[in-house]
């Protein structure tokens, strides 16, 4: 089945830096990576997602890129806020496994001010 | 509006008894999802619904049931409890399972805390 990892686990910038988190995948059949945002007592929340079909999207301060042939996919939170902290995770699907997401470990993200 | 709900919130319980977790959507969408977040924060999903039937069965014990009313409501009953089974659970729900929107929409959780 599919496996992803996620890196680092933790991960602590000030406010007004780049956030970057990265993600690999084993199944090259895979072909939706979804980014979620948990904050403390909720669940998650999408921010941003890729298909397999594009390399790069962007939505505001986030982006994300997908890089098929290694079989990673990073995020990238610019001009990072105290709001911005929290638990994000990647998570991988393949369309023949009935939309089944495979979740990365999670990062914890924490933005000083 | 919550878009999806699930009831109750928190859940404390002994070893060996029997629980439900309730999931609700009113998002229109064919698909749902059981998720379970252990306590390092690892997501891994339990079962997935779709128009009632079962598409995704992972490797879960069976004294946890699914059941599906229909499309809108995916419960979860758990049976005989075990310290183990302490965890965050998710409901989930999207639109389909095939091609079009794959999104996720997850419910709040409900913290489930076997004595």
């Known amino acids: 089945g599919e496996n992803v990892e996620q890196h680092p686990s933790t991960l602590s910038v000030q406010e007004g830096d780049s956030a970057v988190i990265k993600c690999t995948y084993s199944?090259?059949?895979?072909?939706?990576f979804p980014w979620y945002k948990q904050e403390l007592g909720k669940g998650p929340q999408l921010i941003i997602d890729?298909?397999?079909?594009?390399g790069e999207k962007k939505d505001q301060r986030i982006a994300v890129t997908l890089n098929k042939t290694a079989k990673h996919f990073s995020l990238h939170i610019t001009e990072t806020q105290p709001e911005d902290s929290a638990v994000y995770f990647c998570?991988?699907?393949?369309?023949?496994?009935?939309?089944?997401?495979?979740f990365g470990g999670g990062t914890r993200v924490l933005v000083k001010p | 509006d919550t878009a999806v709900s699930q009831t109750p919130k928190y859940l404390v319980t002994q070893m060996g008894n029997d629980k439900s977790i309730k999931c609700e959507q009113n998002?229109?969408?064919?698909?749902m999802y059981w998720y379970k977040q252990d306590s390092k924060k690892f997501l891994k999903i339990m079962f997935s619904?779709?128009?009632?039937?079962?598409?995704i069965n992972e490797t879960v014990p069976n004294r946890f049931s699914p059941k599906s009313p229909d499309k809108a409501h995916l419960n979860l009953h758990i049976n005989s409890l075990e310290l183990g089974d302490s965890a965050v659970y998710f409901c989930?729900?999207?639109?389909?399972?095939?091609?079009?929107?794959?999104?996720?929409?997850f419910g709040p959780g409900t913290r489930l805390t076997v004595l």
């Open positions: 989930a729900s999207s639109q389909g399972t095939g091609g079009g929107v794959w999104e996720q929409f």
């Open positions: 199944d090259s059949a895979s072909n939706y």
């Open positions: 890729i298909r397999s079909n594009v």
């Open positions: 998570a991988a699907t393949l369309k023949a496994a009935g939309n089944k997401l495979t």
């Open positions: 998002l229109g969408h064919d698909t």
């Open positions: 619904y779709n128009n009632k039937e079962l598409i």
